[in-house]
């Protein structure tokens, strides 16, 4: 056997181990959704005032450096409007979840880049995928520099967050390299398209809801990066699925109540179209691999609605963390549902 039909060999027997490092990493982006989340509804974001991808990987380790780093903290104007008065203790509540934050993301840099260059090295990856993966190990960094370019817009003079549109990106950009590493991932454990035939219509579908569920997580953004929820009021019907006075002529973009408007309204028709995708799949003769992921879709949207309307109305902060990171198993359940029907015909 030539050495090239060896490595081909070698890195078809090796699919199941390097499927399940694409997976892992797959984890790891939907905890980072989380970490995220919790960190810009609790404005933690601001603390950390440099961006030091090797040094800023290790804490403060005395008191001098926890008084340094809290000292440039006060002199932004987060600090001098929201926290006037925060003590040490205080301050460091705020620092914990943004390190964290910033640590998985070095973390999962070195899961990503280590298991690839060993991989490669030991003929475990097909050819064809390395590219690829280098690619996608790019696109990681190129986040971490899009999260800076969004904490960035927090310290500008007057501001107390960050920019909502540069959030939305920096979210945004984190979905396209989860679905790309799902997608590797998926392609890798299963490289022989298995569609029946006669699902075209039933992928085009699934594919105009996957559209749908972006352009509603997208609008999700804006929601928290202008705290939308804050205006929700019944007794004015803001909130509650009704357009605002004056709209559409009302900003898009940093008007709150059309904020929230528009995301319940894509929410609602993201909604619906889930659950004809769902009751389509589950409809179908098309074995249980899509019944199966058509249930799985019809469960999680119903939970997705009901944990946005949960956050909505408590305002609670787990919650609304809960319905970020249950919006990515939604999307997950979408993909491999596209997944499984690629070859499909009309």
């Not at 301050?91 to 840099?109: A, C, D, S």
């Not at 249930?295 to 305002?315: D, E, H, P, R, W």
Request: hydrophobic share 50%.
């Amino acid at each position: 056997m030539s050495k090239s039909s060896a490595a081909t060999a070698a890195g078809q027997t090796s699919r199941p181990l390097v499927s399940a490092w694409l997976y892992l990493l797959c984890f790891m982006i939907w905890i980072m959704v989380g970490i995220g989340g919790y960190t810009r509804e609790t404005g933690s974001g601001l603390s950390i005032m440099n961006w030091d991808p090797i040094i800023g990987a290790l804490p403060p380790m005395s008191t001098a450096a926890w008084n340094a780093l809290f000292a440039k903290y006060q002199t932004i104007s987060q600090y001098q409007i929201l926290h006037k008065g925060m003590d040490l203790a205080g301050f460091k509540t705020l620092f914990w979840p943004e390190y964290i934050h910033r640590l998985w993301g070095r973390l999962m840099g070195v899961v990503l880049l280590l298991p690839l260059i060993v991989f490669a090295l030991t003929g475990r990856l097909e050819k064809r995928l390395i590219p690829w993966l280098l690619l996608l190990f790019v696109m990681g960094g190129l986040q971490g520099a899009i999260g800076w370019f969004m904490v960035s817009s927090g310290f500008f003079a007057g501001s107390t967050a960050v920019e909502p549109w540069r959030l939305s990106l920096h979210f945004s950009a984190a979905m396209v390299l989860y679905v790309s590493v799902l997608w590797t991932a998926l392609t890798v454990r299963h490289p022989t398209p298995t569609a029946p035939f006669e699902q075209r219509g039933l992928q085009r579908l699934t594919m105009l809801a996957i559209l749908l569920l972006f352009c509603t997580m997208f609008a999700g953004t804006f929601v928290s990066g202008t705290h939308a929820i804050s205006v929700f009021d019944p007794a004015k019907s803001i909130g509650i699925g009704m357009p605002p006075p004056g709209y559409p002529h009302t900003s898009f973009l940093s008007d709150q109540a059309t904020i929230l408007f528009n995301h319940q309204a894509l929410a609602t028709l993201t909604t619906l179209a889930l659950l004809i995708t769902a009751t389509k799949a589950l409809r179908s003769n098309a074995g249980a691999p899509i019944r199966d992921a058509g249930l799985t879709i019809a469960c999680l949207v119903l939970l997705q609605f009901t944990l946005g309307v949960s956050a909505l109305v408590s305002k609670m902060i787990d919650l609304g963390v809960a319905h970020q990171m249950n919006a990515v198993l939604l999307l997950t359940a979408c993909i491999l549902l596209l997944h499984r029907l690629r070859g499909a015909t009309a």
